[in-house]
């Protein structure tokens, strides 16, 4: 196996470097697929280019959004918003398959695998021959030493067949991210929690600030799009609670 894997990205730029980090041993292909404005039209941050490009990846690829016509940043519905996240993975995946890579995993910044445990999946996905992979979720609250004591009720799409396209209305053997559906699996495989799990530090960031560019921009922002000020202030008063375990830091994520 030759495995390419690509990041997602627009914010949170400052948990990035230590995901790219996180997951190197495991790769033969790292690149990066970018924005500099959001879905929801929003600029990004000055110098966010010089970050990026100082990054230690194989490739760092800039995605404008596509948008049937230039509207306000309120109006972009979800599903244009899941398009171009689409879009930007299926262009990290094909600079992968340019670059000799068997498979493929596409991640975002805030996602994070055990380096022992993506090797022996890898070994499992050889021998049986998976073209589609998933694993289930780890969430974290706030701090990568917050950990929600249940795993997620859904999952997200792992290792597949660098040949598998990314379609957002595909359908995929269970339930996903819909920018990570890969289309056309027909021998896929869902790994046990106590195989692997993604750890996923999904409102893990520096301050307040950045959750707030966070839910700003996600896909998903039309939902809360009202309450974002109060979701981001609830990080400063925080406190864990039993849905909590509180774990050490094994990732090493320093981001204050």
């Not at 599903?79 to 930007?88: A, F, L, S």
């Not at 021998?127 to 589609?132: I, L, T």
């Not at 997200?156 to 289309?183: A, C, K, Q, W």
């Not at 106590?194 to 950045?210: A, C, E």
């Amino acid at each position: 196996m030759k495995l390419g894997i690509s990041f997602n990205v627009f914010d949170g730029i400052d948990i990035l470097e230590k995901s790219i980090e996180n997951i190197r041993p495991c790769t033969d292909h790292i690149n990066i697929v970018y924005q500099n404005m959001s879905n929801h039209l929003f600029p990004a941050e000055p110098q966010w280019e010089e970050k990026i490009f100082s990054l230690n990846v194989n490739s760092t690829i800039l995605y404008q959004p596509q948008f049937e016509s230039f509207i306000v940043g309120h109006n972009v519905t979800p599903k244009q918003c899941h398009q171009n996240e689409t879009n930007k993975r299926n262009i990290g995946k094909q600079k992968a398959k340019e670059c000799g890579c068997t498979h493929f995993l596409s991640m975002d910044v805030d996602e994070f695998y055990k380096v022992e445990e993506v090797e022996k999946c890898k070994k499992i996905i050889e021998e049986n021959k998976y073209d589609a992979t998933a694993c289930c979720i780890q969430e974290y609250v706030y701090k990568p030493t917050y950990r929600k004591v249940e795993l997620e009720s859904f999952f997200v799409s792992f290792i597949h067949d660098i040949n598998l396209n990314f379609e957002m209305e595909g359908n995929f053997f269970v339930y996903v991210d819909p920018t990570r559906r890969p289309r056309d699996a027909q021998n896929p495989f869902l790994f046990d929690s106590n195989q692997i799990v993604l750890h996923h530090m999904t409102n893990v960031r520096k301050d307040k600030n950045s959750l707030l560019k966070k839910y700003r921009n996600s896909s998903a922002y039309i939902n809360f799009k009202k309450i974002i000020i109060d979701m981001a202030n609830a990080s400063e008063i925080f406190s864990p609670d039993e849905t909590i375990k509180i774990v050490d830091n094994e990732f090493n994520i320093h981001i204050n």
